[in-house]
Each structure stands twice: as structure tokens, then as C-alpha cells.
């Protein structure tokens, strides 16, 4: 066959007998074929770790510029925590001291008396020390009308310290005879002080025991 041969006539048996052109074409195609073979085995499984790789750095960055984000506003933080306790401090101020409690619990009674009130039950309980200040339970059982009460609230609030008072299990109704529209309070009202330096700071223990 002249201008070409044609693969048809190619003895599958016997390759060594092929023409030579044809040989390096099946060389050139086999070499071809190994290296697709070598692409799509290890180049495609480096592009694949490769693309995690990306992903994984792209993962670590975001995490760094979070981090790195709330580092810088670390310090503006560490000053509002700063200056809130400060305002809390200033705020506990206001509140009577340890000496000043005893006279606050004889104006709130009086209070009660100057603004007609009755006071039945009067009965202050022993302190609770929390955290930063003192509460003083009051047990009370008060007769009187709903203005009395009223001007007794409005007496409370204008005294000299700052008075809180919170009530606990108070119940309000009707006198039982029911004259002239008393009412009866009764239950807990518990106020609040703030505690001195030394009883906030802590306790130093004793060295070496107690000497007799």
C-alpha cells in the first residue's frame, strides 16, 4: 500500500516485525498514556491536599484576625470593667455605713409612727453579709391606711442617706374589723449598707498559734 500504511495489516503477534514509524507512534502514544496515568494518580491527589491546604489556611486566618480582633479591644475592656466597678463602689457609698445603720432603723420606725402608722411588729433581724455590702432583714407588721403608707414611703426616700428597701413575702389587706379602711402590712422588708474596708479585706491568719 503506497503513501501510508494501514494499521489493519499490523500482525498483533508479532510487534517486532512493525515498521519502525509505527513502533514510535505506539512508543509515543504508551509514553502518553503513562503520563496521564502519573497526572490523574498523584498530580490530581496533590491538587486535591492542596485545596485543603487552602481551605485549612484560609480557616487559620479568619481565627487569627477574630483573635487578633479581640486582643486590641482587650484593654479598652479591661477599663469599662475598671470604671464600672468604680461606679459600683461610688454607688455603695451612698449606702449607710456600719454605724450608721442603727439610727437608720430607729428613723424608719419613726418614720412610720410620724406618718400615723402603727407599728405592731418592729423586729430587726440579724445581718447578712453578701459580697460588697450587708442586708438587715426587718420582720413588720404595720396598720394603717393607704395614704399613711404612701406618706410613709415618701418619708423614707427623703432621708438623709439613701435608703433601699425591698420587701419579701409582704402581704396587704384589710384590717379585719375593717374599720375606718385600715390596711395591715405585714411580712419582711430587708435594707442594705455597705461594708467597710475591714470587712471586705480578706482575713490574715494567725502565726505560730495563740499565745497564752
Not at 453579709?129 to 403608707?149: C, D, N, S, W
Request: charge should be negative.
Amino acid at each position: 500500500m503506497s503513501g501510508g500504511f494501514d494499521l489493519r495489516n499490523l500482525d498483533t503477534s508479532n510487534p517486532g516485525g512493525w515498521p519502525t514509524s509505527v513502533k514510535a507512534f505506539f512508543c509515543a502514544l504508551l509514553v502518553v498514556l503513562i503520563l496521564f496515568l502519573g497526572w490523574y494518580l498523584v498530580i490530581s491527589d496533590q491538587q486535591d491536599l492542596l485545596a485543603r491546604e487552602k481551605r485549612s489556611e484560609q480557616d487559620l486566618r479568619t481565627q487569627f484576625e477574630q483573635k487578633q480582633a479581640r486582643a486590641v479591644n482587650l484593654e479598652p475592656l479591661k477599663q469599662q470593667l475598671a470604671d464600672m466597678e468604680l461606679m459600683l463602689q461610688q454607688m455603695l457609698r451612698q449606702l449607710p455605713s456600719r454605724t450608721e445603720m442603727a439610727d437608720l432603723i430607729v428613723d424608719i420606725s419613726q418614720t412610720a409612727l410620724a406618718s400615723g402608722i402603727q407599728n405592731e411588729l418592729f423586729q430587726p433581724q440579724p445581718e447578712i453579709k453578701k459580697e460588697f455590702y450587708a442586708e438587715k432583714p426587718i420582720a413588720l407588721r404595720m396598720v394603717g391606711t393607704y395614704h399613711q403608707f404612701g406618706a410613709f414611703v415618701s418619708g423614707v426616700a427623703s432621708l438623709p442617706r439613701v435608703v433601699i428597701m425591698t420587701m419579701h413575702d409582704i402581704s396587704l389587706k384589710p384590717r379585719e374589723d375593717k374599720t375606718g379602711g385600715a390596711l395591715v402590712l405585714e411580712g419582711t422588708v430587708k435594707t442594705y449598707r455597705y461594708l467597710d474596708e475591714d470587712e471586705t479585706a480578706p482575713e490574715t491568719p494567725v502565726q505560730g498559734g495563740a499565745r497564752r
